[in-house]
């Protein structure tokens, strides 16, 4: 694995014709939930060899086997309910979950996967678990007094299955919340709520936070407790760099260089010049370029496209600083 400019995905990839139409099967009763584990067994292991023939870095497992971030959790969790379909973004909608009592976790979520999928390759993979306060905005409240309180028996749960992947083997542990600036009077109780999960961690701890309006909670975000932040930067034409001008950046950064909601293919020198962008406030080997956010709304193609371009600009920068290293 490289020292410097390691590539990544921030989770998800783009689902198989074949997945999604077996998932389709198995609603209508057509096949076994033992058949559509099978399938999405074969979809992970054929997105981790993608991943190593692209020579990405640090891999995921794609989420082959979950649909919506929070909904995948809440139907694990004892004290959630699935509630109707609610809107998203675009024309994409979920099954918004209500927390209708005590929140506890009868058993690990991930931890199976996890381990499966680090089998199958000797590069890394992180563990991907959506956080407490995303879990916390995504959902409806029902049980807890406060949203305080919501959040940190959340946490709770969360902690533990983020200490399962640890002891699995986990080295990078991402915890995500995207919905952290959803209301930014909010944003000391997601920090006290990541606080919790991550005390005891000693893996690299990651938070991906993608669209909406990070100015309104920078620089407070650094407080939040994890190693490194994973921002939608490409999208937003890179313009929250910019706040790192007045409050200096000082966590390592996953720098998203091509955007997944747009179909046009970026450039390799597109790509290039936003990681250039991200090493004017942050060093080489605390720079992470990847996507600006999951691929699951991207095909297969796409996907393995927009990783193609991340992959081969973060070479092109590195010959340019080894280039530099040797003037």
Known sequence: MTEVLLTTT???????????????QLARGKITRQELTQLERRATEEWIRVQEDLDLDILVDGEMYRGDMVA?????????????LVRSYGNRYYHKPIIESKVSRPKPMTIDWFRWTQSLTDRPVKGMLTGPYTMLDWSYNEAYRTRR????????????????LQAAGAAYIQIDEPAIHARP??????IEAMGHVTQNLKAKTISHICYGDF??????????????????????EYRWLRLFDEHPFTKELAIGVVDVHSHRLESVDEAADGIRK??????????????????KTRTVEESLDKCRVVVEAARKVRAELGAKVSA
């Open 72 to 84: 995948y959790f809440a139907e694990r969790l004892d004290g959630f309910k699935i509630g109707g």
């Open 185 to 190: 009077e909010e944003i000391d109780i997601a």
């Open 215 to 236: 100015a309104a909670i920078y620089p407070k975000v650094l407080e939040l407790p994890v190693d490194q932040l994973d921002l939608a930067m490409h999208n937003y």
């Open 278 to 295: 991200g090493l004017k406030y942050v060093a080489p080997d605390r720079l992470l370029p990847h996507p600006d956010c999951g691929l």
């Open 149 to 164: 309180d919501a959040a940190l028996a959340l946490a709770e749960v969360v902690r533990q299955e983020a200490e399962d």
């Open 10 to 24: 921030v989770g998800s990839f783009g689902k198989p014709d074949y997945l999604t139409k077996a998932r389709g």
